[in-house]
């Protein structure tokens, strides 16, 4: 759970491409001159959205990863915007590819319109696939769950049911990934029809804590707003408590109370409680922390760490390809466990981030994983 990074070099000059756009009054065209951020492109010509459903022309091979409606609204693109109705922005947006290709479809077949509104995560996969215009129009007049199963899910009306049902603010790779995780696998997708709506909430804890699913957590929190950070912290959360209840073997009654919660504050304050007790008979040392990492030797000094952070350290201490770490900055004291990988074929690899946690067990900024990243490259380990 740690992607939380800075905006990459590709985001920067796609959004440089907004200031070479120009909209053509009278051929209806938005031309988006690419020549000086993707030579390789040329000049690409898009149809107003009038015309595209006017036109019975090809739809034309769009460059995928041009992310248009993430683009700085500028007056000449701006022109060419407020002629697309704003839900069909706000669809082809979610996506981080094909939405120029996404756009052209629903403009030129209503079908498909109208399954960007129903199922928009459906529309994607179909402009993902190698399926040609014809055999996608093809599919159209069929059911919806032979249109699901072309593309690679299951041929269930559950399936149909589950893409309808979600609701995600954005789509990355990892979302991606996770409505792959639970169209394919069948207890996930059965317990899934119990809920009228699935967030990104809903649908990382599905993917991760299948036995939550349904529970009244789960309920609750697809009802809930959700941001990127949301997410993450809910999963780190709810990692942080099961493996914490494994190593105290607490028994499966107790467990259970995770997903009797209602908020995950709940479930935190259920976290907090079984690390009392552990952390309650082990006297901890004083740490003495400087902004740059430090690393932790002693199992009292994981104690102690764990102590200022409310985090489970010690649960790793006898694991000798880990190592702890610890710094101080203006936001508080950071812990770091870092993963050092076996030698295989005489190779030697680059340690690995496992987990980073705050004061209060809080999730680290892009800025200080950018910088803590930085200091490993700098093979300070």
Not at 125 to 148: D, F, Y
């Amino acid at each position: 759970m740690l992607s939380n990074l800075p905006i990459s070099h590709q985001e920067i000059k796609q959004q440089m491409l907004a200031q070479y756009c120009f909209w053509d009054d009278e051929m209806h065209v938005l031309w988006i001159d690419c020549r000086k951020i993707y030579p390789e492109l040329g000049v690409l010509q898009v149809p107003s959205w009038d015309d595209l459903m006017m036109r019975s022309s090809k739809v034309p091979e769009y460059p995928s990863h041009l992310r248009v409606f993430a683009w700085s609204n500028f007056s000449q693109l701006a022109l060419w915007r407020k002629q697309i109705p704003k839900w069909v922005q706000e669809s082809c947006a979610l996506f981080p590819s094909h939405q120029l290709k996404m756009l052209h479809y629903s403009g030129k077949y209503p079908q498909i319109l109208e399954l960007l509104d129903h199922a928009p995560m459906l529309v994607w996969r179909l402009m993902c696939s190698a399926l040609t215009e014809p055999e996608i129009v093809a599919l159209l007049s069929g059911k919806r769950q032979n249109l699901v199963a072309q593309v690679g899910w299951p041929d269930k009306a559950e399936a149909v049911k589950f893409l309808r049902n979600l609701r995600l603010r954005r789509v990355n790779e990892q979302i991606a990934e996770q409505v792959e995780v639970c169209l394919m696998d069948e207890q996930r997708l059965t317990a899934l029809q119990s809920l009228p709506r699935i967030n990104s909430m809903a649908l990382s804890l599905a993917s991760v804590f299948p036995e939550l699913i349904g529970s009244r957590l789960h309920h609750a929190l697809a009802q809930l707003p959700c941001r990127p950070m949301q997410c993450q912290s809910m999963v780190a959360l709810l990692q942080d408590a099961y493996a914490l209840a494994a190593r105290l073997n607490l028994p499966k009654q107790e467990v259970s109370q995770i997903g009797a919660c209602r908020y995950l504050v709940e479930v935190t304050k259920l976290y907090q409680g079984w690390l009392k007790e552990p952390l309650s008979v082990v006297e901890g040392s004083e740490l003495i922390l400087f902004e740059t990492p430090t690393r932790l030797f002693t199992k009292n000094e994981w104690f102690s760490l764990s102590q200022r952070q409310q985090h489970a350290w010690w649960l790793e201490f006898e694991k000798e390809r880990f190592q702890l770490f610890a710094w101080q900055d203006v936001a508080g004291i950071w812990g770091a466990l870092i993963e050092q990988p076996l030698q295989e074929n005489h190779l030697e690899k680059s340690p690995v981030i496992v987990r980073v946690r705050g004061e209060k067990n809080q999730l680290p900024s892009a800025k200080q994983l950018s910088e803590l990243h930085l200091w490993l490259a700098e093979g300070n380990i």
